[in-house]
Every structure is written in C-alpha cells, then in structure tokens.
C-alpha cells in the first residue's frame, strides 16, 4: 500500500536551450493522509518544484508520484486536470490571484470551473469569506487587500472545491511575523479540524517545528526528515535558559570589570584583555538567542 503521497526517486531536469538544470535528484517522500509535513531548505533547492508535481502542474522526468494513494506518474493532462480542480488545493509561492477580480471573485473561480450550482457557490464564498474573518473585504481587489488579506484570499480559494490536500509554497513568505504566525494558525486550524493532508515549503525553522515532519531539501535531494519531538523543545528551552542567564552574568561582570578600571583596581592591559573576551561571549550569547528567535 502506497502512502497518501509519495514520490520515489524523482528526477527533474528543465532544459534551457542548451542548458539544463537538474531541480531533483531523485527525490523520495512519504506523507500519510492528515498529516501536515513542512519542507525546507535553501532557495533553488527544488521545493516549488516537488509542489508542482505532487499538483499536477509539472511533470517530472523520472521517477514515481502518488496522490490520494492512486499513481499519477502517467496520468492524462485531462486526469492532471482533474486533480488541480477536485483533489489538491494549491497556494502559490506568488499567490495567483486574478488583479482584476475582487476577493468573492477569486475565491468563486474554482467553484465556476467544476460546474457549482450557483447558490451554493454564494453559501460556500461567503463562508470561506468569514472563516478568515474577510467579510468586509469581499469585493475588494487584490490591490486593494494588505498582504496577510491575499493570502487569506489564496488559502480560502485553493479550499473552495474541499480538496482533501493542500499544498502551500511559503504561505508566510513576505509577511511580517505577527501575521505570518496568524495564518499558520490558520493553516492548523484546515489541518486538525477540515481534516486537510498539508504539505506546506517554508523558510522558518520555528514554523517547520510546529507540523508533523520536517523533510530538509539539499539540491534536489531529501538530506533529512525529522519529527520535531516534545523532547528536543524541552532541550531547546532548556538551552534558551542557560544562555539567558550566562548572558545576565556576562553583562553584569562587563559592569563591574569597568568600575575596577575606573577605580584603577586593575591595569589597562588586564582590563582590555579581559574586557574583549567578555564582549566576544556577550556577542555569541546574543547571536545565539537572535538565532533561536529571541
Ligand atoms: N521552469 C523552469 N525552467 C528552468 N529552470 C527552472 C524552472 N523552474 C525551476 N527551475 C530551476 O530549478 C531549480 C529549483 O527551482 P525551485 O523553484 O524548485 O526552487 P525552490 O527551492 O522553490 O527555491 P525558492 O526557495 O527560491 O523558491 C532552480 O535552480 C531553478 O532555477
Ligand atoms: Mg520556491
């Protein structure tokens, strides 16, 4: 029995003229349905690509592709059709939102394209709208929506014919953190209580650590996949407090080293030396905890 989705050993090579680019390198993932797995790495790494695939907007040029357990390797462009309108829900890296339709518009797009009855295209926009609290945006065009509002719109149209996968490219690319965070809540909320499968590309670590799995990307190829366990958040809090207070220790041993100097207790070469290995740890330290996103 295949996984919900899987990829074995893809390979994709884009050709540019004479020039070709290998984006996977034989690629192999496992996601069971009602998971939300994350996918990171460095940028030309292959991500939008593996997205594409599992959404059935590239092919790849070898290798095997499961959605919903069913091989689609050798689908039809008219099956590959089927499955962007009715089974996976795509949020792009670059939104895709039609400027010239307002966010109702938008999100009723893909219910035009399978032939929705016409009240229960209303019945449902007009939920999605109010899920993410877009009510009073609704014929506002893209233009006129705050970043955080598009990607809203985004999320609510790749759910507007219920698929029962959602992948999503950097769904918190160009936001600040405060709304970046609301909408990966969001993004939980579509998991835990929809029942949606989420593949979701991000660039932060703290995000990442908050889905199921974490499947790293290094030129095209998975490098790692781990579980972010309850442990290793214990550890990583732990490691956050003992930095903190080496660092409260630092600062006040910096204070009263300058007194000493002042009170010429110590001589200039002795305060100097001491006082650049001080201001070294106290840099570490601040590195350290910024690293830690703190
Ligand atoms: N249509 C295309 N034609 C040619 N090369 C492409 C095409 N799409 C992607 N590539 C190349 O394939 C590689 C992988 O691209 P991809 O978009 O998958 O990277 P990514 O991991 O999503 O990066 P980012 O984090 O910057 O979005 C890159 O080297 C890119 O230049
Ligand atoms: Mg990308």
């Known amino acids: 029995m295949k996984s919900y989705i899987e990829t074995k050993d893809l390979v994709k090579v884009f ?17 069971e349905k009602g998971e939300m797995v994350s996918v990171i790495g460095p940028s030309g790494s292959g991500k939008t690509t593996l997205l594409n695939i599992i959404g059935g907007l590239t092919r790849a040029t070898a290798g095997q592709t499961w959605v919903v357990s069913r091989d689609i ?26 400027p010239t339709l307002t966010a109702y518009e938008n999100v009723e797009l893909p219910m035009l394209a399978i032939k929705m009855p016409a009240a229960d295209r209303k019945k449902r926009v007009t939920e999605l709208l109010a899920t993410v609290g877009l009510t009073m ?13 598009k990607q809203r719109v985004a999320i609510v149209s790749a759910l507007a014919n219920d698929p029962p996968i959602l992948i999503c490219d950097e769904p918190t690319g160009d936001l600040d953190q405060a709304t ?8 939980h909320r579509v998991n835990k209580e929809m029942g949606k499968t989420i593949v979701m590309v991000t660039h932060d670590p703290a995000i990442a650590r908050q889905t199921d ?11 790692s996949v781990q579980k972010p366990s309850e442990s290793e958040e214990s550890n990583a809090a732990m490691r956050v407090e ?20 002042k009170k010429q207790k110590i001589s200039a070469g002795t305060f100097a030396e001491r006082w650049n290995n001080l201001k070294e740890t106290k840099k ?3 590195s350290e905890l910024l690293r830690m996103g703190l």
Request: glycine share 8%.
């Open 15 to 31: 050709k540019l003229g004479n020039v070709e680019v290998q984006a996977l390198r034989g690629l192999s993932i496992q996601i």
């Open 73 to 98: 390797t050798n689908s039809s462009n008219a099956d590959l059709g089927l499955l962007r309108q009715r089974v996976v829900g795509h949020i792009f890296q670059t939104l895709n939102l039609i």
């Open 137 to 149: 945006r609704m014929n506002h065009k893209p233009d006129e929506l705050s970043g955080g509002e």
């Open 180 to 187: 970046g965070s609301k909408i990966v809540q969001f993004l």
């Open 213 to 223: 799995r974490i499947y790293r990307i290094m030129d095209g190829k998975i490098i």
């Open 242 to 261: 003992m930095y903190r207070d080496r660092l409260n220790e630092t600062e006040s041993e910096i204070v009263s080293l300058e007194l000493s100097y």
């Open 284 to 286: 570490f330290l601040d």
